[in-house]
């Protein structure tokens, strides 16, 4: 009598080639998915002018003083110059790295914060563990965002991080939430109680068995915390909030104030158009992504 090999093969072998199934089914799918390939690029030349910045390739003399006021476009100044003569095309692509350091720190702070707490929240819910981060949620979401910047930043004393540090602060929540639910899912499923039967302690099976299944929702909260980091930056920025030392589009637009009075949209259009394209790619990419990771439909 033959043997089927796949009714013989390893537990751990066989959900090893599920999730790779499921995976490379969501890679086809947001490969074939056109609006999220094209904001998928974009977001890649911006990646490539932020990481130029962070190396020094170009945007080195975003500060220095190079034209005369409100010089027009040119071969030298590609968007002008803006009162105090500073090349606003440096500026602008200057920006674009902190828009990305901002993004890149709170998404990724946020979502490891979110999903931590959220775990510990569903794998013990209806527990005291459970009742303190519903009760953390709710202190949290009861307190103006902008409120929350303003008194952290406050208490601070103006320090560079506490922007990054309220915005953790808060965007941690929708994560967790969602975590929390897909653990209290997820911890009544026979591997778990699998785990538990052999001695597996709870806080192994929370961080190496739950956790990794909850791997495309944290993906996809990673993207859009990234979007909501960067309008919050430059609104904190304009607002005099945010990045204190260095440059970025709300610090350029806070400047264009004066200058679009008098007739000058250079500083304006450089720093809303380049946000405008960053935000919008990366929301396109976000929402092909979410398509791809949705398991009614790579299932």
């Given at each position: 009598m033959s043997v089927n090999a796949a009714s013989v093969a390893p537990p751990a072998a066989t959900a090893r080639g599920r999730r790779q199934t499921l995976w490379s089914k969501a890679a086809w799918k947001f490969r074939r998915d056109r609006?999220?390939?094209?904001?998928?690029?974009?977001?890649?030349?911006?990646?490539?002018?932020?990481?130029?910045?962070?190396?020094?390739?170009?945007?080195?003399?975003?500060?220095?003083?190079?034209?005369?006021?409100?010089?027009?476009?040119?071969?030298?100044?590609?968007?002008?110059?803006?009162?105090?003569?500073?090349?606003?095309?440096?500026?602008?692509?200057?920006?674009?790295?902190?828009?990305?350091?901002?993004?890149?720190?709170?998404?990724?702070?946020?979502?490891?914060?979110?999903?931590?707490?959220?775990?510990?929240?569903?794998?013990?819910?209806?527990?005291?563990?459970?009742?303190?981060?519903?009760?953390?949620?709710?202190?949290?979401?009861?307190?103006?965002?902008?409120?929350?910047?303003?008194?952290?930043?406050f208490a601070l004393e103006g320090n560079a991080y506490a922007m990054h540090i309220a915005m953790i602060s808060t965007f941690w929540i929708t994560t967790s939430r969602l975590v929390r639910g897909e653990v209290i899912k997820l911890k009544n499923l026979e591997f778990v109680e699998a785990a538990h039967?052999?001695?597996?302690?709870?806080?192994?099976?929370?961080?190496?068995?739950?956790?990794?299944?909850?791997?495309?929702?944290?993906?996809?909260?990673?993207?859009?915390?990234?979007?909501?980091?960067?309008?919050?930056?430059?609104?904190?920025?304009?607002?005099?909030?945010?990045?204190?030392?260095?440059?970025?589009?709300?610090?350029?637009?806070s400047e264009s104030t004066l200058e679009v009075l008098a007739g000058f949209f250079n500083n304006f259009l450089a720093a809303s158009v380049l946000m405008f394209g960053l935000v919008m790619a990366f929301n396109m990419f976000s929402d092909a992504l979410q398509d791809a990771l949705d398991p009614r439909k790579v299932s």
């Amino acid at each position: 009598m033959s043997v089927n090999a796949a009714s013989v093969a390893p537990p751990a072998a066989t959900a090893r080639g599920r999730r790779q199934t499921l995976w490379s089914k969501a890679a086809w799918k947001f490969r074939r998915d056109r609006a999220g390939m094209i904001g998928f690029g974009i977001v890649l030349v911006y990646l490539v002018a932020a990481l130029g910045v962070w190396f020094g390739w170009w945007a080195t003399g975003w500060a220095e003083v190079h034209g005369g006021k409100w010089s027009p476009v040119s071969g030298e100044y590609w968007f002008g110059t803006n009162l105090i003569g500073q090349d606003i095309y440096q500026r602008s692509i200057y920006s674009i790295a902190t828009a990305f350091e901002v993004g890149l720190v709170v998404a990724v702070l946020s979502t490891l914060l979110g999903a931590a707490l959220g775990s510990l929240a569903g794998f013990f819910s209806g527990r005291f563990t459970d009742e303190v981060v519903l009760w953390l949620m709710g202190v949290l979401d009861s307190i103006p965002f902008y409120l929350l910047v303003a008194a952290i930043a406050f208490a601070l004393e103006g320090n560079a991080y506490a922007m990054h540090i309220a915005m953790i602060s808060t965007f941690w929540i929708t994560t967790s939430r969602l975590v929390r639910g897909e653990v209290i899912k997820l911890k009544n499923l026979e591997f778990v109680e699998a785990a538990h039967a052999i001695g597996v302690p709870e806080y192994t099976i929370i961080f190496r068995h739950i956790v990794p299944n909850t791997l495309h929702i944290l993906l996809v909260q990673a993207t859009i915390t990234f979007v909501a980091a960067i309008k919050s930056e430059v609104i904190l920025s304009f607002l005099g909030l945010g990045v204190k030392d260095g440059m970025s589009w709300g610090l350029m637009i806070s400047e264009s104030t004066l200058e679009v009075l008098a007739g000058f949209f250079n500083n304006f259009l450089a720093a809303s158009v380049l946000m405008f394209g960053l935000v919008m790619a990366f929301n396109m990419f976000s929402d092909a992504l979410q398509d791809a990771l949705d398991p009614r439909k790579v299932s």
